[in-house]
């Protein structure tokens, strides 16, 4: 709380990523949810064609009935979740 009050920002340290870094984070972290991750949002907020570069990956994740892709979110299902690290890994 000290720190907010002097600073604004309850922010300890920071650390600078690459695009490429802050990518493979969202595409980790947003798998996770049940809603999945949005990669039109994702392709807007760092300027990179994501559902292009990653299409066949996408695509080999619906076929073998991990998740949906509805041409914007890819949602992993139960399946899928149950599996979220083999299946993030595809995106490193």
Not at 69 to 82: E, I
């Amino acid at each position: 709380m000290e720190r907010v009050e002097r600073s604004g920002t309850g922010e300890s340290s920071s650390e600078l990523v690459s695009p490429e870094e802050h990518l493979r984070e969202r595409m980790f972290t947003g798998l996770r949810l049940v809603e999945g991750i949005d990669l039109a949002d994702l392709e807007r907020d760092l300027d990179l064609p994501v559902r292009d570069r990653y299409s066949s990956r996408i695509q080999r994740i619906v076929s073998e009935g991990l998740g949906s892709f509805d041409g914007a979110v890819l949602r992993l299902n139960d399946r899928g979740l149950d599996l979220h690290s083999e299946v993030s890994l595809r995106f490193f």
